[in-house]
Nanobody, 127 residues
Framework: QVQLVESGGGLVQAGGSLRLSCAAS????????MAWFRQAPEKEREFVAA???????????VYEDSVKGRFTISRDNAKNTVYLQMNSLKPEDTAVYYC?????????????????WGQGTQVTVSS
């Protein structure tokens, strides 16, 4: 049974940092795209960042415009874990953050195209 477990969320002041982790079990995702999405209250789930299969070279990463330069997605294939380092956090970053794995259809930012999801971790940024 595949499981994705997020951790690292919490309450932080604006300008602060948090590092989210998503540990996968049940299968490896080293050759699959993994991503982070977020959902604020009464809003649609939105794409944050994705990281593709690393292969023999550097992995390819893509970010939603509002987080470029502030967030960094990375992965440790040996630990079957993906991370989201979030710096210079803003109140508008407040949301539940979800890890997604095994993109099989559509573009990286299409939430319907991922086969597995974590339960989410709350990130709250106070002003």
């Amino acid at each position: 049974q595949v499981q994705l477990v997020e951790s690292g969320g919490g309450l932080v002041q604006a300008g602060g940092s948090l590092r989210l982790s998503c540990a996968a079990s049940g299968r490896t995702f080293s050759s699959n795209t993994m991503a982070w999405f977020r959902q604020a209250p009464e809003k649609e789930r939105e794409f944050v960042a994705a990281i593709t299969w690393s292969g023999g070279g550097r992995p390819y990463t893509v970010y939603e415009d509002s987080v470029k330069g502030r967030f960094t997605i990375s992965r440790d294939n040996a630990k079957n874990t993906v991370y989201l380092q979030m710096n210079s956090l803003k109140p508008e970053d407040t949301a539940v953050y979800y890890c997604a794995a095994d993109q099989y259809i559509g573009s990286y930012n299409y939430h319907g195209g991922y086969r597995y999801w974590g339960q989410g971790t709350q990130v709250t940024v106070s002003s």
